[in-house]
């Protein structure tokens, strides 16, 4: 039996998803102090600032953009969703732009899971760390390279075509630019298509965790290990 590449990213991802998704409103609530207890201590989780919306506050069009979502999804709004559900329009065209990234791009599943984390790494983002990991791992990414990258580490043993990526997504974030050789190596490997679909999965990544940070949304239980943050 052929399985699709969406039904394969998508396997073990949905109860995440489903985590996710009532987590945000927990997240909400555990992270507030009560008045006896004064102010949060320093190491409490900030609350989530734009948790699920309750069904019976949704808009019209919050509406409309949450059932679209869960008909092509399969599964109802989560994670970064949840925020961008304030704006119906910029979720549902979010929602399409990352159906093809995610399962319609041109480059491999596990390379095109080891640029999302290279971004999730970037930016430190936990949730996208969190539900992407495991995918990348189960797409053929070896742990040690995820481990080496989340503790800010070069990865090592990389193939060719995952040190072609590694290098790639790192100038592009670090340098706001891809030199010549790189962007030659890429482009003899897998064309035009590919730097664009790499560089899309790039700023689209780069887009959600702008938001999941922005609004702190919380980090589903996983089986990914925790993405621990640099110190500034």
């Not at 699920?52 to 953009?65: C, S």
């Not at 059932?67 to 329009?89: C, I, M, N, Q, Y």
């Not at 481990?147 to 090592?156: F, K």
Request: proline content about 9%; charged content about 20%.
């Amino acid at each position: 039996m052929t399985v699709s590449r969406r039904d394969f990213i998508k396997t073990g991802v949905g109860s995440a998803c489903t985590l996710a998704a009532g987590a945000t409103g927990l997240h909400a609530q555990t992270a507030q102090p009560s008045p006896a207890q004064g102010a949060a201590p320093t190491n409490a989780v900030p609350a989530d600032r734009m948790p699920p919306i309750p069904a019976d506050k949704l808009t019209p069009e919050q509406k409309k953009a949450s059932d679209d979502f869960a008909a092509e999804r399969k599964t109802p709004v989560f994670g970064p969703f949840v925020p961008l559900l304030r704006s119906p329009e910029v979720m549902l065209r979010a929602r399409s732009m990352g159906d093809y990234l995610r399962y319609k791009s041109v480059l491999p599943a596990a390379l095109n899971e080891f640029a999302i984390l290279i971004t999730a790494r970037h930016w430190t983002q936990a949730y996208e760390w969190a539900l992407h990991e495991p995918i990348a791992v189960k797409a053929g990414l070896k742990a040690e390279i995820t481990q080496a990258l989340a503790e800010g580490r070069r990865p090592q043993g990389m193939s060719p075509d995952e040190e072609m990526i590694y290098e790639f997504c790192t100038e592009l974030h670090q340098n706001q630019s891809v030199s010549d050789a790189t962007y030659a190596r890429l482009q003899a490997k897998f064309g035009e298509q590919g730097i664009i679909d790499l560089i899309g999965v790039n700023g689209y990544y780069t887009f959600l965790a702008m938001v999941l940070n922005g609004t702190r949304t919380a980090v589903p239980k996983t089986t990914a290990p925790p993405l621990p943050a640099f110190p500034h």
